[in-house]
Every structure is written in C-alpha cells, then in structure tokens.
C-alpha cells in the first residue's frame, strides 16, 4: 500500500557516539553498517561536498527493519543547528524517565516533561536533542 514511510535518514558527524543514543539508550538494533561509495546517492541529496568522507549504517525497530539510517559525514564541518527546528522524529518508548536519564548522562539538552492526551489515549512526552542537533520526542503512553 502507499504511501509507505520507510525510514528517517540523520546525518551525523559521529555514528558512534549517535549508536549510544539510539542503539544503546533507544533501543534499535544495528542491522548493517558499511562505508559509502563514491558515487552514494547520499552526497548530492545531502548536499555533501564530495572531499568528504561518509558512511552509513541502518538500525531496526521492533517492526520494521531499517527504520533509522545514520550517515556519517567525516572531513567537513556540519552546520550548526541553531534557532527553528525545522523536523522532529518522534518516538515511543516504554520507560520515559529512566531513557531521559539516560540521554541527561550523556549531558545532551532535553526539555521539561509534558502530560498530553488525546481522544485514544494520555502519554508523557518529552525532547531532547542528540550529538548532531537532531530534535527527537520521546513519549510514553500512561495506562488509562
């Protein structure tokens, strides 16, 4: 069926350090991790200039493989990211507080909790932002 959503791609400068957070803290899993070639696809969508080095790894979900594709830029400086946040990746999990203390260790920026709710259900929500500046919003659905 379409449309199909088959996966968020982050560029990062570090897969290592972003394996930490989603690995890790989030709970994906590492389905491949491989250098890019020359001619990755990934340098003109990305507009990567081509000195640079990259590579690429994929993590899966419980559901779906290859959810989360991380590609690593080594060589040149990634831009800052600073003001608007212009996406968010949004994810569930099953332990709120114990993954955001997790994420504090690493001493990435996270924002104040939130309860919210909806017509199906009332979650706790809330964001921090990885090594690269990735906006990623956790929540965690409250039993009603």
Known sequence: MDPYYKRITLVVADIDKSLE????ILGFTLNYRKPSDDDSYSYPVFRIPR???????????P???????????KGVPLPPSKGIRMTASVIKVSDLTGVIS??????????EPETDGNDE????????????????????????
């Open 51 to 61: 000195e640079a080095k990259i590579s690429f790894a994929t993590l899966d979900g």
């Open 121 to 144: 259900f009332t979650f706790n929500e809330q964001a921090f932002i990885d090594h690269d500046g990735h906006l990623i919003v956790l929540y965690e659905i409250i039993d009603n």
């Open 21 to 24: 957070v989603y690995r890790d």
């Open 102 to 111: 997790k994420i504090k260790a690493l001493g990435l920026e996270t924002t």
């Open 63 to 73: 559901e779906q493989n290859r959810t989360i594709g991380l590609t690593e830029v």
